[in-house]
């Protein structure tokens, strides 16, 4: 059975700084390895998606990389901001998605 | 820019009552799902649904649970007598493409059962 694990749970880093996010899979046979924002109370947000053949994506201030025969991922936030603050969550598939429990991120000002 | 829909956001019912919650995936997309997240949790499969069909489902997903595709555009997910364990965000997704695609989420509905 998928476990999907990451740390920290918890971050608190002031504005301006770069951070890394770390996501462990137990079984490597995935198809994607998604990356998501949920805001406190709200929906998820899809953020980047690393398909298996991938090792990495980038979005703005995001890159995302993957290492799937070490089951591992890193999502990598330059310049962070206090609109940063939020919950990323790493989820991988065939199909349906298995989550982590989350890495709750505050950017002070 | 396309986006799952989910109503209501926030529903209260009473233990035993069934309730229905709602999903308006994006339009172009294929499969369709349901997640739950009870509070301090992670987000957890229930349901897969493609071609009229589950094709997964989960532990989780018992007698209680069903879902349904009524029209072009809707779907449902059914608890028929809830219980307090059932009280969770529950999230619907959509994907264009199953295993390579990217999936998209609703912001949810809070069903609290009292």
């Known amino acids: 059975k998928q476990e999907v694990t990451q740390i920290p749970a918890a971050l608190s880093v002031p504005e301006g700084e770069n951070l890394v996010?770390?996501?462990?899979?137990?079984?490597?046979?995935?198809?994607?390895?998604?990356?998501f924002r949920q805001d406190p109370g709200k929906g998820l947000t899809s953020l980047l998606l690393i398909q298996s053949s991938q090792r990495e994506q980038t979005s703005g201030r995001l890159n995302a990389s993957l290492d799937k025969s070490s089951g591992r991922s890193t999502l990598y936030i330059a310049a962070s901001q206090p609109g940063d603050s939020a919950t990323y969550?790493?989820?991988?598939?065939?199909?349906?998605?298995?989550?982590?429990?989350?890495?709750?991120?505050?950017?002070k000002p | 820019e396309p986006e799952v829909t989910q109503t209501p956001s926030h529903q209260v019912t009473q233990m035993g009552q069934e309730v229905i919650l709602r999903c308006v995936p994006i339009s172009n997309h294929l499969y369709f799902y349901w997640y739950r997240q009870i509070l301090g949790q992670k987000v957890e499969f229930l349901v897969s649904f493609y071609n009229n069909e589950i094709s997964e489902k989960s532990e989780i997903f018992d007698d209680q649970f069903s879902v349904e595709r009524p029209d072009g555009s809707n779907f449902t997910l059914k608890i028929?007598?809830?219980?307090?364990?059932d009280s969770a965000m529950y999230f619907c997704a959509s994907n264009p493409r199953a295993v390579l695609g990217e999936a998209f989420f609703g912001q949810g509905t809070r069903l609290t059962v009292v």
């Open chain 1, 21 to 35: 996010l770390n996501c462990s899979f137990t079984d490597s046979a995935i198809y994607n390895l998604q990356w």
């Open chain 1, 89 to 107: 969550l790493c989820a991988v598939s065939p199909n349906m998605l298995t989550f982590g429990g989350g890495t709750r991120l505050m950017v």
């Open chain 2, 80 to 85: 028929r007598s809830t219980k307090l364990e």
